[in-house]
DNA sequence: TCTAGCACTCCCGCCCGGCGAGTGCCAACC
DNA sequence: GGTTGGCACTCGCCGGGCGGGAGTGCTAGA
């Protein structure tokens, strides 16, 4: 709401904003003396207290007691995150040492489980990222491939280079020229369909011929859909778990078991991180989280994906204490260097 | 060191492993009288003190204070788990609930992490799970799939039924017989090898042909190389790794921040879940073990297998006081119900 | 409208004493 | 001689009281 920004005369804005700051920095109350002797405000102590006392009446403040200095509410750093207009840029290490990640080419997965390490690393808290979704993907290719032991190994490729595989068992008495015309015409039927789209009326659509091949086609499009399935099976890849702990402001153990609760129930994750739209780095402070467990912390999120379509989300989750400006500019950064790499897999 | 259980008198033996016993129950030192309310010993509180206090220089039992019960020594711990002669009996409801589990035939992936996910839930500590290694499975067929964008998929199927893949980039040049003659030639070559013993000897005893096809070869070779890699690739899944936080015996933050720490690096896990041979379950306790990081905890451990070959190891973390037969006996079941899946898999 | 001064509040760390669990020892007992 | 009852002693834990310090809110004056 940059409106609420608005509302604040810039005297209380820049106090706000370095409270936050300070906050944010040394985890302390910030009392009006301590904030004076890290920047120059130009006013003296009282002023500094009417202020805060004032902020702390609209919200954006808040006392652990009485005679404590002040500490920011979600409201606060809400402000705080919405005045932060440009990002704060990437040491050009960190930029370098990025983008050198996404140099060598990999494998979707290797790709994936290696950006939430880098995520995690690079802001030292806790990184999540969706695996990109085959439902959103775009039928290319299937292949069928006759396994040993009477299994069937089929394999899809999709525009976006994903290639997705599941071993199914052969039903009795196919011939090989039944496999090559049912993935011919599948085939021919799929080309373009977006997978999460894949209905089993399709199924009906094809004159498949023997009984044999219809139930052949059947369990293929189960298969298919439980690839493209909306939200499913989607993999969710964690990094720097065991950051957590090392956050001073997760002191409540109890706190910390609900996260990791949290974190190990992948569905859970996975629907979280399907809320991103493209566009900017979004920032859940606080109670603005829509689950429970995470309302103790903030997640910053930005979605990546190929082309135009969303594949897939970044996530970083951390303390509501978070150094904002840097994770952003971090999610943001390595969100866009997945959306490259997915985008020219798909030119190929 | 089951002959250590020999050197204590009987009385002695009783007095420990009551006392281990109730110190797992219930985490408190224990003292003679609470010893005496749960245990009918026949003597008075006065005997069990001598005793105690025997054991104590024995090494089996400290004392977290002067003042202050028993607690047992990681010796106490070791007599205690080699004295659990027969395993402790599984109830029938959990018994019946883990057979349930490996009833639907799944792949081998969804099979592990399954694992994971059962054993953390019926032991309520932290399960780790080595899944199958291809190193030591043995070549049965491999097939090569032309993809969209000069791209190429290997298909590597295992005795034990697993299906390993690798999408590579084809060399240029390359017509359809050039594949279908080195699938061929490397068929004939490779069946009934441990994927862990290829060498790239095997490249040039093959009379390859063109230059395209060498060169294939030698690309298929490195793929397949990274798939037999010793303990390289090697994946571990992990559950209920939020338990550990709900052990009271975790209250040190630092502790557990190591631990976790420990299990994130998978490479760590791996090697430490390579170490069981096939045979009865392993426990490792305290500083038994062979990680510092573990070294406050206590780890049982066993192998499964396929046929003869040992493939893998499911393991339990948990605090040094824990339920050692329980846990022993899930354990063990587990791993049965797992080579028996992959065993069945064998003979199709 | 801002500032200086001041009384007040409340947290935190500290020490202290009482309580209770549990031990170690000793003398008596079988 | 091994076992037992008795008893003094030790030590962690808990609650209360106390001083120091940081920081506030208020008020009066510039």
Redesign the interface.
């Known amino acids: 709401m940059p409106e609420t920004a608005q509302r604040l005369d810039p005297r209380k804005r820049a106090i706000l904003m370095a409270l936050v700051e300070d906050y944010i920095r040394t985890g302390e109350p910030v009392g009006s003396l301590a904030l004076l002797a890290r920047h120059d405000l130009g006013v003296s102590p009282a002023t500094i207290r009417n202020e805060t006392a004032e902020l702390d009446t609209l919200g954006y403040l808040q006392q652990p007691h009485t005679s404590a200095g002040r500490v920011p509410s979600s409201r606060g750093y809400r402000f705080y995150v919405d005045s932060l207009t440009h990002p704060e840029d990437l040491e050009d290490v960190e930029a370098r040492w990025i983008r050198e990640a996404y140099d060598s080419p990999r ?1 979707a997965e290797t790709l994936i489980q290696q950006t939430a390490r880098l995520v995690s690393e690079a802001t030292s808290y806790t990184a999540m990222v969706l695996g990109p979704r085959y439902a959103r993907a775009v039928f ?2 299937l ?1 069928l ?1 006759r ?4 299994r069937l ?1 089929m ?1 899809l ?1 999709t525009d976006v ?1 994903l ?1 997705e ?3 199914i068992d052969l039903p009795e008495g196919l011939t090989d020229e039944d496999l090559t015309g049912v993935s011919r015409s599948l085939n021919e039927i799929l080309r373009g369909m977006i997978l999460g789209k894949l209905t089993r009326g399709f199924v009906r659509s094809l004159n498949a011929g023997s009984t044999g091949r219809r139930s052949l086609i059947s369990t293929i499009f189960d298969a298919l859909g439980r690839a493209g399935q909306a939200d499913a099976e989607d993999k969710v890849y964690l ?4 950051n957590i ?2 956050q001073p402001d997760f002191g409540d ?1 109890d706190v ?2 609900d996260l ?2 949290f ?2 129930r992948e569905h859970l994750v996975s629907a979280l991180l399907s809320e991103p739209q493209a566009g900017p780095v979004q920032v859940y402070i606080g109670e603005e989280n829509p689950y429970q467990e995470l309302q103790s912390c903030s997640l910053v999120m930005a979605a990546y994906g190929a082309g135009e379509r969303v594949m897939g989300a970044v996530g970083v989750l951390g303390p509501t204490r978070m150094r904002y400006g840097h994770v952003m500019s971090v999610v943001s950064y390595v969100s866009g260097q997945l959306t490259d790499v997915l985008t020219r897999q798909m030119r ?1």
Do not use: M, Q
Not at 239 to 242: F, N, P, S, V
């Open positions: 494998d290319r290719d292949k491939v396994l040993p032991g009477d190994l394999v490729s280079g290639v595989h599941r071993v990094g720097g778990t065991a702990l090392s153990l910390v078991r990791l609760g974190l190990e190929r």
